[in-house]
Nanobody, 115 residues
Framework: QVQLVESGGGLVQPGGSLRLSCVASRSILSIPVMNWFLQAPGNKRELLATMFSSGITTYADSVKGRFTISRDIATNTMYLQMNSLKPEDTGVYYC?????????WGQGTQVTVSS
C-alpha cells in the first residue's frame, strides 16, 4: 500500500503562485502513474495533471500553461507548481497514485485564491 502526504496549500491572491508537495512512502519510480486532482466546492473531483514514472506529463486544458508537475526522486516527492492562479482554482487538491488496479489518495490540502 502506498501512503501519500500532501502539503503546501494556503491563501493566495489572483495571479499569484503556490507550490504543492506530495510525499510517497515508496520510490516514485516504482509507481507507474501519479496524478493531481482538484475538488472545487460542490463539484466532482477533477483530474488536473498526470506524471508517469518515465517522467512524461499531461495536463487538463484548464491548467495547461499555468501548472507544472515535477519530482524529486531522492525524497519520493512529486510537486505541483501553480502559477497565474484564478479564483476558480480554489478547492481541495489531492495527490493520487495508481499501480495496476490499486490506487491510493492523499488527505488533501486546501487552496484558496481570493483577493
Amino acid at each position: 500500500q502506498v501512503q501519500l502526504v500532501e502539503s503546501g496549500g494556503g491563501l493566495v491572491q489572483p495571479g499569484g503562485s503556490l507550490r504543492l508537495s506530495c510525499v510517497a512512502s515508496r520510490s516514485i519510480l516504482s509507481i507507474p502513474v501519479m496524478n493531481w486532482f482538484l475538488q472545487a466546492p460542490g463539484n466532482k473531483r477533477e483530474l488536473l495533471a498526470t506524471m508517469f514514472s518515465s517522467g512524461i506529463t499531461t495536463y487538463a486544458d484548464s491548467v495547461k500553461g499555468r501548472f507544472t508537475i515535477s519530482r524529486d526522486i531522492a525524497t519520493n516527492t512529486m510537486y505541483l507548481q501553480m502559477n497565474s492562479l484564478k479564483p476558480e482554482d480554489t478547492g481541495v487538491y489531492y495527490c493520487r497514485s495508481l499501480r495496476g488496479t490499486s490506487e491510493s489518495w492523499g488527505q488533501g490540502t486546501q487552496v484558496t485564491v481570493s483577493s
